[in-house]
């Protein structure tokens, strides 16, 4: 099992910028899948970006071209670079691993992965 903890979140005006950062302990292999999902109040959580150890790469729809997963695997570490974002960006941020690779139609789902951090709340708003 590994330890999640997520950093980086707050308050940005739309059009904004943020960076959240997902910091990893414990030991994941050598070949896992990590992603950042969201979940607004009074809706599912959804998968917003996934990376992979072989280098997949997935976004949702309604991130493409704003957001980008990448990660540091000096210093365990994946981030969300979040651009022009809007008010519906609003929402607590997750970041979860699993040991393991996965399809590409798989690397968003929520009911997969294994770990879970505690969330990061992302509030865009004038």
């Known amino acids: 099992q590994v330890q999640l903890v997520e950093s980086g979140g707050g308050l940005v005006q739309p059009g904004g910028s943020l960076r959240l950062s997902c910091a990893v302990s414990?030991?994941?292999?050598?070949?896992?899948?990590m992603a950042w999902f969201r979940q607004a109040p009074g809706k599912e959580r959804e998968g917003v970006a996934g990376?992979?150890?072989?280098?997949?790469?997935s976004y949702a729809d309604s991130v493409k071209g704003r957001f980008a997963i990448s990660q540091d695997n000096a210093k365990n570490t994946v981030f969300l670079q979040m651009n022009s974002l809007k008010a519906d960006d609003t929402a607590m941020f997750y970041c979860?691993?699993?040991?393991?690779?996965?399809?590409?139609?798989?690397?968003?789902?929520?009911?997969?992965?294994?770990?879970w951090g505690q969330g990061t709340q992302v509030t865009v708003s004038s």
């Open positions: 414990g030991y994941i292999g050598s070949t896992y899948c």
């Open positions: 979860a691993a699993r040991r393991g690779l996965l399809g590409w139609t798989a690397i968003l789902r929520t009911d997969i992965y294994n770990d």
């Open positions: 990376i992979c150890s072989d280098g997949k790469l």
